[in-house]
């Protein structure tokens, strides 16, 4: 079974530019999160997609910040414009969400933003 | 809300010797926990997690953590580990709702020695 896949791996920017990130879940799954994880820290819940509804984005700046899920599977994260605190890695997870609460999530590799 | 406090950001060991990784958390309702892990160059997996019954849960490769409601902890633990054991590993939490959020803890590396 593939697992959750991210691209790209790493993305260097310029701050004031904008970046997006490309996730696709474990075929599926329904529910789809987006974290952010900065240097020493846990990974922090931006936005959390059941098929494409929203279900949470009480976290996700959405002044610089925008995420959507096509049909239901693939989604993607947009930044614009970055700031240098936006520098992290970014996960992506999904899950079977019969029961979320419960679920295990299954993460992606990351993306590695650097804004300089 | 909830909030969890792993309080130790490195763990040195030798190998074979016994380790504990900490993780305390706060909450308000009832809760969910979790262990995730995360090996060098690959993504976070789960390790175990608690969802009620046996305060006692284990994971395939020998690691257990025990849900302590009464000092709201759940600290894992292996009595034996090994050099492959070397990994980021994260405490989280999630509430009862139907949303699945998770909140996770700083993280503990543990770094075993040869």
């Known amino acids: 079974e593939a697992g959750v896949a991210q691209s790209p791996r790493y993305k260097i920017i310029e701050k004031r530019q904008s970046v997006a990130f490309w996730c696709n879940p474990i075929?599926?799954?329904?529910?789809l999160y987006w974290y952010q994880q900065i240097l020493g820290q846990g990974p922090k819940l931006l936005i959390q997609?059941?098929?494409?509804?929203?279900?949470?984005d009480s976290q996700l700046p959405k002044d610089r910040f925008s995420a959507e899920r096509l049909k239901g599977v693939d989604s993607t994260l947009k930044i614009q414009p970055a700031k240098l605190e936006d520098s992290a890695v970014y996960l992506c997870?999904?899950?079977?969400?019969?029961?979320?609460?419960?679920?295990?999530?299954?993460f992606g590799p990351g993306t590695r933003l650097t804004v300089l | 809300a909830q909030s969890v406090t792993q309080l130790d950001s490195q763990v040195p060991v030798f190998e074979e010797a016994p380790v504990e990784l900490r993780c305390n958390y706060s909450?308000?309702?009832?809760?969910?926990l979790f262990w995730y892990v995360q090996y060098p160059n690959q993504g976070l997996q789960l390790l175990l997690k608690?969802?009620?019954?046996?305060?006692l849960v284990e994971s395939i490769n020998g690691f257990e953590a025990e849900f302590n409601k009464s000092q709201t902890s759940f600290h894992l633990r292996k009595p034996s580990v090994h050099i492959s054991d070397t990994a980021e590993y994260f405490c989280?939490?999630?509430?009862?709702?139907?949303?699945?959020?998770?909140?996770f803890g700083q993280g503990t590396t543990l770094q075993v020695k040869p």
């Open positions: 909450s308000s309702v009832s809760v969910y």
């Open positions: 989280a939490v999630s509430d009862r709702s139907n949303t699945g959020k998770l909140i």
């Open positions: 997870a999904s899950s079977l969400a019969w029961i979320p609460s419960t679920d295990t999530q299954y």
């Open positions: 997609f059941q098929n494409n509804g929203v279900v949470d």
């Open positions: 075929s599926g799954h329904a529910t």
């Open positions: 608690y969802l009620s019954g046996s305060t």
